[in-house]
């Protein structure tokens, strides 16, 4: 059971020194397009986890929409965030295969980062974020997505900065920019949800 205090918490770890988070080569700078609202994006959800629960069965512990394609009315890149939680994140065998048959690529692996893997499909576009069970950030992803849904001035406050970092960023540059923004929103998430005083 996750801890108000874990929950709060960032954890920013770097890769350990030598190390990459990629599987294969890493990312090459892209262009991002950040496009309005698409009703149709909760029915891809739907479809993206009927495919992985299909292949991992009651090893898919949870699959949830997270990220800004699960908040209604808000813009986002096209591409379908997905948190996955597995038992252990360590036994790939027991999950990559699965999806890899189904048309994810397994692109990031951080075990020194929650233990944290993604994989990647192209149609649609998704990512699948895998977890441990009680990930600390897994439970952050739900909170921000259900703080955005229910708070608007905050939901046209990260459309707009998405807006602005993707009119003239890259790829690499666009987490990065968003972060301040990000972080603020949190900090109004966690005293909401009643985990950091007022």
Same mark, same amino acid.
């Given at each position: 059971?996750?801890t108000?205090?874990?929950?709060v918490?960032?954890d ?5 020194p030598?190390?990459?988070p ?6 090459q ?6 496009v309005? &609202? %698409?009703?149709?994006?909760?029915a891809?959800?739907a479809a993206l986890? /009927?495919r ?5 069965? !009651? $090893? +898919? ?5 997270v990220?800004?394609t699960s908040v209604?009315g808000?813009?986002a890149k096209?591409v379908?965030d997905?948190d996955?939680?597995?038992a252990?994140?360590d036994?790939e065998?027991?999950y ?7 048309g994810?690529?397994l ?11 993604c994989l ?9 974020h895998?977890?441990? &069970? %009680?990930?600390?950030?897994?439970a ?5 997505r /259900?703080?955005?849904?229910?708070h608007?001035? !905050? $939901? +046209?406050?990260?459309a707009r900065?998405k807006?602005e ?17 990000i972080?603020?929103?949190y900090?109004r998430?966690?005293v909401?949800?009643?985990?950091r005083p007022?």
């Amino acid at each position: 059971m996750l801890t108000p205090a874990q929950i709060v918490t960032f954890d920013d770890t770097p890769p350990p020194p030598g190390l990459s988070p990629w599987v294969g080569e890493p990312e090459q700078p892209r262009r991002i397009a950040v496009v309005e &609202p %698409d009703a149709a994006w909760p029915a891809t959800f739907a479809a993206l986890r /009927d495919r992985i629960v299909e292949v991992l069965g !009651d $090893r +898919a512990l949870v699959v949830e929409h997270v990220g800004s394609t699960s908040v209604p009315g808000l813009a986002a890149k096209p591409v379908i965030d997905i948190d996955l939680t597995v038992a252990d994140t360590d036994d790939e065998d027991s999950y990559v295969p699965g999806l890899e048959a189904v048309g994810f690529v397994l692109r990031v692996r951080e075990p020194w980062w929650l233990g944290h893997r993604c994989l990647v499909a192209s149609v649609p576009a998704a990512n699948v974020h895998v977890w441990p &069970p %009680d990930s600390p950030e897994a439970a952050r992803h739900r909170l921000f997505r /259900d703080h955005l849904r229910a708070h608007a001035p !905050d $939901r +046209a406050l990260y459309a707009r900065i998405k807006r602005e970092v993707a009119a003239d960023g890259l790829m690499s540059e666009y987490n990065a920019r968003k972060q301040a923004t990000i972080r603020e929103i949190y900090a109004r998430a966690f005293v909401a949800a009643g985990l950091r005083p007022a």
